[in-house]
């Protein structure tokens, strides 16, 4: 069974992920980040 994603949905995911990650915001700039499902357990 195929996702609902086409093919150019997942390469705009993959350089929407790749810019996150290059860019220093958010949970990219730790260098070990804790996933928000475990940070709300806290």
């Given at each position: 069974?195929?996702?609902?994603h086409?093919h ?7 350089i ?20 928000p ?6």
């Amino acid at each position: 069974m195929m996702g609902s994603h086409s093919h150019q949905d997942r390469g705009d995911d993959e350089i929407a992920e790749f810019n996150a990650k290059a860019s220093p915001a958010g949970l990219w700039t730790d260098k070990n980040p804790q996933p928000p499902w475990e940070f709300r357990k806290q």
